[in-house]
């Protein structure tokens, strides 16, 4: 889902993720979050441009941390690169299996099996699929243990640990407590950057024409926001949820009639994102949603 070129404000000119390597590594660079589409001017960030060489699992790359303009074609291109279905090997291609770790169910849903899940889609949705790996020039069956988000945010709750393998492009072996961070006011700097997390908490779902908002109820802070208007740098942060993701799903839960329920309503919400991020014009901050399988909401205990 990557971005060819940014706009560098510290080199004040646009480049590709090569040359902020290049930059950075030449102290002329001083943020992976230093960058803005050369088009419509959103906030982007070059992920993995600050870990060290030898804990990158992949290049650095730009990548979007909000909603481009409308019109904006370099958005238009990542929205079709979007839309484009996962597939098992996009999302772990490289990953050796093992048996005792259980993947996170990420492909996107089809219509043919809309008529297969209920209203809570599957919260008991464990597949187990097999996987011929060539080890050691013999071919060996092993088992793949996957769960849907959902799943993973009931086993969560229920005070379950267990590892869970994480897709690309931040591959990593991680507990499920680990896994899951709830929002409380935590600072930017105090979150681990280029990673895979659920993060959750109380938030509250709020109808637009064209999206829906996700805005959590607690706070996260941050040094380069400005400041509110009782003087202080923290912000509610939020997500989007576009009317196409929903009018296109062929789950019942996340379906327009369920989400119109929702409006204005306080519920639990989980969602698998990469780290939050300042919008460019520092006073939201904002997750990235990929897709309705990266999200869970359910009801306020």
């Given at each position: ?5 940014a ?7 646009e ?13 002329k660079?001083t943020?992976q ?7 419509c001017g ?5 992920a ?9 699992k ?26 484009q279905?996962?597939t098992?090997?996009d ?30 889609e ?10 011929t ?8 069956s092993?088992?793949?243990?996957s ?5 993973l945010v ?5 005070g379950?640990?267990f ?9 990593e072996?991680?507990?499920l ?6 929002i ?8 681990e ?15 637009y ?5 996700i ?20 912000v509610?942060p ?17 379906n327009?009639?369920?989400m119109?329920?929702?409006?204005r ?15 460019s014009?520092?006073k939201h901050?904002?997750f ?14």
């Amino acid at each position: 889902m990557s971005l060819e070129y940014a706009y560098s404000l510290d080199l004040k000119l646009e480049i590709n993720s090569t040359q902020a390597d290049i930059a950075f590594k030449e102290n002329k660079i001083t943020s992976q979050k230093n960058f803005r589409c050369p088009e419509c001017g959103i906030a982007i960030t070059c992920a993995n441009l600050e870990k060290p060489k030898k804990d990158r699992k992949r290049d650095p790359y730009f990548k979007s941390v909000e909603d481009h303009k409308l019109g904006c074609k370099q958005g238009n291109d990542e929205k079709a690169r979007k839309s484009q279905t996962q597939t098992e090997e996009d999302l772990y291609g490289g990953i050796e299996v093992f048996p005792n770790k259980v993947r996170i169910n990420l492909t996107q849903a089809t219509a043919k099996e809309q008529g297969n899940q209920h209203n809570d889609e599957s919260n008991s949705s464990v597949r187990k699929n097999q996987k011929t790996n060539h080890i050691n020039g013999n071919n060996k069956s092993i088992q793949i243990n996957s769960r849907k988000v959902s799943s993973l945010v009931v086993a969560f709750l229920k005070g379950e640990n267990f590892e869970v393998s994480l897709p690309n492009p931040y591959s990593e072996d991680i507990s499920l407590q680990d896994l899951f961070i709830e929002i409380k006011g935590q600072s930017l700097n105090d979150l681990e950057q280029d990673c895979w997390r659920i993060y959750w908490g109380k938030a509250w779902v709020n109808k637009y024409d064209e999206f829906y908002q996700i805005k959590f109820d607690n706070f996260l802070c941050d040094d380069g926001l400005k400041p509110n208007k009782q003087g202080n740098k923290q912000v509610q942060p939020t997500f989007f949820v576009a009317k196409r993701l929903v009018e296109n799903y062929p789950y019942k839960k996340f379906n327009t009639e369920n989400m119109d329920k929702m409006n204005r309503k306080p519920k639990k919400v989980f969602i698998l994102a990469d780290t939050p991020a300042l919008n460019s014009q520092a006073k939201h901050i904002n997750f990235m949603l990929e897709n309705l399988e990266y999200l869970e909401i359910i009801d306020l205990d």
